[in-house]
């Protein structure tokens, strides 16, 4: 009997193992991420089914809104963002065509932006719109902590719900895992819906742990928005071992906001089935200035690549420079190829990079990268203030892209996230100016100290560059 149960659990073994190469293959993927997993699989099976169901899940054909749904926010949009529209500069007439046609990032109109580089004035921007809320406050982030930030943010929120306004939180649930139960419990029970975003639990656990909402969006009133790179914690308000923590956030009023509404109702959708599109969510607005902003939400679902397929087309389109700030450089190849491309072609590119990360394992693969980069012309800076955490693409002075993706396969692959594609001249130009201040607080790297560098640490960075698309 012992003997046919250990035939009969070998033959399903098998069968899974065999199942599953079949599914890789018939997936049509890229050849280049196929043949790793085939390896695994066939040398190492128990390991390779373990990854593969933790990290390997191809997503691409899922659809995690309805198109009815979709419809419905589309009209509301078209109908709150109806002006005179200004016309797209040439250079990135491809790119406003592209984001509609891979993303539905319908191009908005007419909005105004403040900056923020630190963490202590965001919060109080973000705490000053909270507190003038009147109808709705929704928020979206990758990881909300319980400390003296996550606690002003959640009084300041139960204030205004006692007040009567609706609020909704979004989280992710992997990103906010060392929050106990009782900080979002403590909230629903006061009349705030907070959701976890993909919630992570056994049996459909590996399905869901490699794609994460890595989304930072904040939208109050349906008038005001924020975008880009600061999570709710202590760490972006007062600093870290790694100093203080450089980054970059957009609060914006206009049109732009009705798209970053879109993404949170769309996410709202996916994750608790209620669908909201009523035009109390999409006030009419119209500022007049004379910007276009095409709110980009990437990730996992769908066909296309519409980040890394974005980011490839801008590049390619710049004429004068290409200036990248980034924690983390961990691209795609044909990413990277862009770049070189561009250097090689006499564009300006240049790319910053915090001195130190959060992750020695991460520095050391990043690292791999820099030798042809350097090569082909490219300007690496090793910023050495603090801890750039800065996710920020600028392309001559017509396109800033600010939002929460970094430069790494996680965020191209795996990740939800939130990007603004916006042609403003003047926002342009200012983030130039905080990109030359932070160049001034920054090392140059040159070929002299680079190329020397121990080749025990070169074979280190090679290894770790094997593993970049986990990292």
């Not at 060392?178 to 919630?199: N, Q």
Request: with cysteine; charged share 25%; glycine share 6%.
């Amino acid at each position: 009997m012992s003997g046919f149960v250990s035939y009969l659990l070998l033959t399903l073994y098998t069968l899974t193992v065999a199942g599953v190469i079949f599914v890789i293959i018939s997936e049509n993927r890229n050849p280049l991420k196929s043949m790793p997993w085939l390896i695994v699989l066939l040398l190492a099976p128990l390991v390779g089914l373990l990854f593969y169901f933790f990290f390997g899940q191809n997503l691409s054909k899922r659809r995690n809104i309805s198109r009815r749904t979709r419809k419905q926010i589309d009209a509301r949009i078209e109908a709150a963002t109806r002006r005179e529209r200004p016309q797209v500069p040439e250079p990135l007439a491809p790119l406003e065509r592209l984001l509609a046609a891979s993303a539905h990032a319908q191009p908005l109109y007419g909005s105004r932006f403040e900056v923020y580089t630190d963490g202590r004035s965001k919060m109080s921007a973000l705490l000053a719109a909270i507190a003038e809320a009147r109808h709705h406050i929704h928020l979206q982030y990758y990881i909300i902590e319980d400390d003296r930030a996550g606690g002003r943010l959640r009084e300041a929120l139960l204030r205004k719900v006692r007040e009567g306004v609706e609020v909704r939180i979004l989280y992710d649930d992997v990103g906010s895992r060392s929050v106990g139960k009782r900080f979002f419990e403590a909230m629903r029970r006061e009349g705030i819906e907070a959701r976890p975003f993909l919630h992570v639990q056994f049996p459909r656990f590996t399905s869901k742990v490699n794609y994460r909402n890595h989304r930072k969006i904040a939208v109050i009133d349906g008038r005001i928005g924020f975008i880009g790179g600061m999570n709710i914690a202590d760490r972006y308000l007062y600093g870290s071992e790694l100093g203080p923590w450089r980054d970059t956030h957009l609060r914006i009023e206009g049109g732009a906001v009705a798209g970053l509404q879109t993404v949170f109702l769309n996410d709202w959708f996916a994750t608790t089935r209620q669908r909201i599109a009523s035009a109390d969510y999409f006030p009419p607005i119209d500022l007049g200035e004379p910007n276009i902003t095409q709110i980009l939400a990437s990730g996992p679902f769908g066909k296309w690549r519409s980040l890394l397929q974005a980011l490839c087309l801008a590049v390619s389109r710049a004429r004068e420079r290409i200036w990248i700030q980034t924690p983390y450089y961990l691209p795609s190849e044909v990413f990277n190829n862009a770049l070189q491309t561009a250097a090689l072609a006499g564009i300006d590119v240049r790319l910053m990079l915090p001195m130190h990360s959060d992750s020695r394992m991460v520095d050391l693969a990043v690292h791999s990268y820099l030798d042809d980069m350097m090569r082909a012309g490219v300007k690496v800076f090793f910023y050495t203030a603090g801890f750039l955490h800065a996710k920020q693409l600028l392309v001559d002075d017509s396109l800033a892209v600010i939002g929460s993706a970094n430069m790494d396969f996680r965020s191209f692959e795996h990740n939800f996230e939130v990007s603004a594609f916006i042609c403003d001249q003047p926002l342009v130009v200012r983030l130039a100016a905080l990109y030359e201040r932070d160049s001034a607080q920054s090392h140059p790297l040159n070929a002299a100290e680079w190329f020397h560098r121990p080749r025990l640490r070169r074979l280190a960075e090679s290894i770790l560059r094997l593993f970049s698309p986990l990292l």
